[in-house]
């Protein structure tokens, strides 16, 4: 039932985060190294033109080897492992509905390929989603947001190699059976789209020696598709009251001009974009991608039966993030910006952030209603929030004005789209709590209603406190929406 501001009943408002950036501990309870943990922070200075997060395996070789000089925020994160019981504390005083976090791959197998998984690192999920249900917070787990095993990676060059599709099947039945009764909610890939784009964070991918790394980046993701359907099947067998998404960075890019050939570029790039969701909920490669792999020279192998497997188990809903939208040209001019994996044309219509993403609310109701009416399945948006710097006061208050300015804008147009008539399940902000960045390693990059005292480099006493922003959204979730 809808509100007369829209949000129905039962709407699940909260918050999100991804165990590489939060946990930290990250060589605690058993766990296995994971790619995250060889992303070393870089100074701004050193972020240059053509930047990658992704890590090389000369790289890797040098860090293993202990010949690298740096610090690896996404091994500490801001130590969740051992604050969960406050931090979860701290959700619930905001009247959290659900929490998103994801359950560390390596810390169930170690190595990924292990037959026995690790019992502590079983174990404390099994503490964390008891201490959510204590508040009635209904988890939402990500089954992979980041972090492949690194095992996987030096021994199978990661999702490249279609013998991951077992690991990381039996690994979801692993954690499904076990969390059955406690997690309704699950994801199975974050961001499924940025193997395509970033193939070492998406899939633990290393192409530099590849001949077509387009063609290898593809390949990986056409095995996480599998084995993201084979887990959504066993899943349904296991307890078929879970609800089971897919998760796609949304990129909605818009033409510059009404210049035809403006509008088909902002097409095909929504479709390079739509693509991965193409295939998760209606079930089929679209045929639009036929043209895209033979102009890339790009072959995709299938197995016998891959296409029966992706058609007869499709997601039952749809999450994505939402931070910006995006410009394309078909005449691009010098001025880029720059964005969470995306870049494209400056739109003057729209402010950016200070790390220039460009802050665009109606493009949510946009994307919102696009989802909709293309594939008329329930909606969640998992990840929406402002990076920003925040100042602690003397009195040890943060004002964060600009980031309710900004979730406040977002949420008035979810309410819009509401009303127009789109299903939508629920709103996960991203960073409940301060966490370290995925793109740029940075703490100093703040999304959170709760600040940790940490800076760049791991030091600080790791004390949370309540910003500004914290009150405001407990006041949201209160309301249902009501009061923004
Ligand atoms: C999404 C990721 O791309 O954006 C998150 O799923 C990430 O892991 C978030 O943290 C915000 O990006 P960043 O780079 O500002 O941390």
Redesign the pocket.
Known sequence: MKNSNGFPEGFLWGGAT?AN?FEGAYNEGGKGLSTADMVRFIPKEERGEGFSLDVSGKEIEAILAGKVDAVFPKRFGVDFYHHYKEDIALLAEMGFKVFRLSINWARIFPNGDDTIPNEEGLAFYDDVFDECLKYGIEPLVTLS??ETPLNLTLKYNGWADRQVIDFFVQYAETVFKRYKDKVKYWLTF??IN?IALSPYTGGGVLVEEAENPMELSYQAGHHQFVASALATKIGHEINPELKIGCML?RMTTYPETNNPKDIIKAQEENQLNLFFTDVQARGEYPGYMDRYFNENNITIHKERGDDEILKAYPVDFISF?Y?MSSTTSSNPSEDQVSG??MGGIKNTYLETSD?GWQIDPIGLRWTLNDFYDRYQLPLFIV?N?L?AYDKVEEDGSIHDDYRIDYLQKHIEQMKEAVLDGVDLMGYTS??AID??????SEMS?R?GYVYVDQDDEGKGTLERSRKDSFFWYKKVIETNGMDL
């Open positions: 991804a950036q947001h980041y974050n961001e940025i960075a993030s931070y969470n994996f790390w990840e929030g990076g991203w960073g966490l370290v960045s995925a793109s740029t990059k999304y």
